[in-house]
Each structure stands twice: as structure tokens, then as C-alpha cells.
């Protein structure tokens, strides 16, 4: 990257301090044009913008930022977007990390300020954490190629990304993306129960369900093979694999709960939007 980035970040709470510590990771930041805003700023927000010498709540915005991350509550929108004021905000792109809240009604409360406002919708996922996530993006009208670049830059500091041509289809996808870490976290707890049912300890069935699901999950990064045929290669013709899938494939029943779940989750997001 030739340039660094310009980026105010409103919100270092869990998300935002996660994100946050990829981009000083990653070194992608430019600390003359670059701020954190956040009332109470943890020992790894604050050692962050020490590293990276960046201000945190500064007074002075000189010109400006290039990219607004917005990570802070959904119901605080209303309360803070209408009082974002800095140099050539009418230049800024703004990048929400909040669910329900759409690029139209981000525009409505930034449009006191910034009437022309251009947006993207934002969605990474708890892996982000470890800066292995899965983020969606959904870019507003007239974002430019250079601002979607300069997003898929910051994004990728925290893992893989996927654009959607629409809103619509983020909040369709971010059943398996958003919530999916925390259907994979149930799926460990059923391994840890089932394990400890066959007489294993607390310890070794927690290490039975980590180890399992971290190996298959790098082994499917790495092979190149679909999922599904990966299970095939795994599977011996009327072996001990075979029975267990015949329980868990009788009628499609776990790919119907994933199914219905990750449906759920889309409908809760429609809701949320008020639609």
C-alpha cells in the first residue's frame, strides 16, 4: 500500500477496539490524519494510540478524515451522527458497523452536516478479533472504486471479506457470516456434552471439540475441495463415520436447522430496519 489511511474511529468498545488493534497491527493508518473518539478508553486503546501515535478525542480535527468508522451502539445513531462537524466532512466516507440501522437512515441523521453523505454498511464477525473474520460490505450510492478499495483495505486487516450488490443481501448473508461463530460455539458445546457422555473429562472433552473443529476448519481452508466432498473423502462405506452422518443427514435435518436458523437471523434483521 502506497498510502496509509485516513480514518477517525467513533466507538473502541469491543468491535471497534478489535478492529482498531488490526489497523495499528497492520500499520495501515496515518497518524497525522487518523483519531480514536470514545469516552472511556481501555489500556489497549489507549497503549494502541500510544504505538501509533494517534489522538484520542482529539479537540482539533485539522482537514479532516478520509473514512468515519461508525462501531458504536445502533440506538446512540440518532444521538451522535447529527453532530459530526470536522474539516471537508462533505469528503468523508462513512463506514457503519451496526446492525439495523440502513444506509438511508445513516444519511438522514448525518444530513445536517453532511447532506451527500456516501456510505457503506459494514458487518465483521467475532473472528475479527483474532484478525480472522468475515466481514460483508454493502457500498451506498456514489462510493467511489477508490473508497471501496480503501474499505477492502482496512477490512482485510481484520480477515477475508465479501461485497454484496445490496443491502438486502448483507442482512441475508449475515445469518451465516454474523451469527454463524455463535451456531460453530453451540455445535463445540454439543461435541463437549456428547464427549463427556462417553466418559471423557471436562478438560479433554473441551480439547475434543476445540482441536476437532480448528483442524477440520484449516483442513477446509487449505484443500481446495468443497465441503462436501471433503465429508465424502472422510467417510468409509459402512464405517463408524457413516452411521454417525446417518443420524445427522436423515431427512437433510441438520442442514434444515442451519437453514432455518440462518433465516431467522435475516428476518430479525428485517425487523430491526423496520421493515
Same mark, same amino acid.
Given at each position: 500500500?502506497?498510502?496509509?489511511?485516513?480514518?477517525?474511529?467513533?466507538?473502541?468498545?469491543?468491535?471497534?477496539?478489535?478492529?482498531?488493534?488490526?489497523?495499528?497491527?497492520?500499520?495501515?493508518?496515518?497518524?497525522?490524519?487518523?483519531?480514536?473518539?470514545?469516552?472511556?478508553?481501555?489500556?489497549?486503546?489507549?497503549?494502541?494510540?500510544?504505538?501509533?501515535?494517534?489522538?484520542?478525542?482529539?479537540?482539533?480535527?485539522?482537514?479532516?478524515?478520509?473514512?468515519?468508522?461508525?462501531?458504536?451502539?445502533?440506538?446512540?445513531?440518532?444521538?451522535?451522527?447529527?453532530?459530526?462537524?470536522?474539516?471537508?466532512?462533505?469528503?468523508?466516507?462513512?463506514?457503519?458497523?451496526?446492525?439495523?440501522?440502513?444506509?438511508?437512515?445513516?444519511?438522514?441523521?448525518?444530513?445536517?452536516?453532511?447532506?451527500?453523505?456516501?456510505?457503506?454498511?459494514?458487518?465483521?464477525?467475532?473472528?475479527?478479533?483474532?484478525?480472522?473474520?468475515?466481514?460483508?460490505?454493502? =457500498? #451506498?450510492?456514489? *462510493?467511489?472504486?477508490?473508497?471501496? +478499495?480503501?474499505? &477492502?483495505?482496512?477490512?482485510? $486487516?481484520? !480477515?477475508?471479506?465479501?461485497?454484496?450488490?445490496?443491502?438486502?443481501?448483507?442482512d441475508r448473508?449475515?445469518?451465516?457470516?454474523?451469527?454463524?461463530?455463535?451456531?460453530?460455539?453451540?455445535?463445540?458445546?454439543?461435541?463437549?456434552?456428547?464427549?463427556?457422555?462417553?466418559?471423557?473429562?471436562?478438560?479433554?472433552?473441551r480439547l475434543?471439540?476445540?482441536?476437532?473443529?480448528?483442524?477440520?476448519?484449516?483442513?477446509?481452508?487449505?484443500?481446495?475441495?468443497?465441503?462436501?466432498?471433503?465429508?465424502?473423502?472422510?467417510?468409509?462405506?459402512?464405517?463408524?463415520?457413516? =452411521? #454417525?452422518?446417518? *443420524?445427522?443427514?436423515?431427512?437433510? +435435518?441438520?442442514? &434444515?436447522?442451519?437453514?432455518? $436458523?440462518? !433465516?431467522?437471523?435475516?428476518?430479525?434483521?428485517?425487523?430491526?430496519?423496520?421493515?
Amino acid at each position: 500500500m502506497s498510502e496509509k489511511l485516513s480514518v477517525i474511529l467513533i466507538g473502541a468498545g469491543n468491535m471497534g477496539g478489535a478492529l482498531f488493534e488490526c489497523w495499528v497491527e497492520g500499520d495501515i493508518l496515518d497518524p497525522q490524519r487518523s483519531a480514536v473518539v470514545t469516552p472511556n478508553p481501555s489500556d489497549k486503546v489507549i497503549e494502541l494510540c500510544e504505538r501509533a501515535n494517534l489522538p484520542i478525542n482529539p479537540v482539533e480535527d485539522g482537514d479532516g478524515y478520509d473514512m468515519a468508522v461508525i462501531a458504536v451502539k445502533p440506538h446512540m445513531f440518532a444521538d451522535i451522527l447529527p453532530g459530526f462537524d470536522w474539516a471537508n466532512i462533505d469528503r468523508t466516507l462513512f463506514l457503519s458497523v451496526a446492525a439495523g440501522i440502513t444506509i438511508n437512515e445513516m444519511g438522514q441523521h448525518l444530513k445536517a452536516n453532511a447532506p451527500d453523505a456516501k456510505i457503506v454498511r459494514v458487518m465483521p464477525n467475532l473472528p475479527s478479533a483474532i484478525g480472522e473474520g468475515m466481514t460483508l460490505l454493502t =457500498a #451506498g450510492p456514489d *462510493v467511489s472504486d477508490q473508497q471501496v +478499495a480503501d474499505t &477492502s483495505i482496512l477490512f482485510e $486487516a481484520a !480477515g477475508e471479506i465479501v461485497w454484496t450488490e445490496t443491502e438486502d443481501q448483507l442482512d441475508r448473508l449475515m445469518g451465516v457470516s454474523g451469527c454463524g461463530p455463535a451456531f460453530v460455539f453451540l455445535f463445540a458445546e454439543a461435541f463437549e456434552t456428547a464427549a463427556r457422555e462417553q466418559g471423557a473429562s471436562e478438560e479433554d472433552a473441551r480439547l475434543l471439540a476445540e482441536q476437532t473443529l480448528i483442524g477440520t476448519a484449516l483442513q477446509l481452508a487449505e484443500d481446495g475441495r468443497p465441503a462436501d466432498r471433503l465429508r465424502e473423502a472422510v467417510t468409509s462405506p459402512n464405517g463408524t463415520t457413516a =452411521a #454417525g452422518l446417518s *443420524v445427522l443427514m436423515e431427512n437433510d +435435518a441438520l442442514k &434444515s436447522l442451519i437453514s432455518d $436458523a440462518v !433465516g431467522a437471523a435475516y428476518r430479525r434483521a428485517q425487523e430491526l430496519a423496520g421493515k
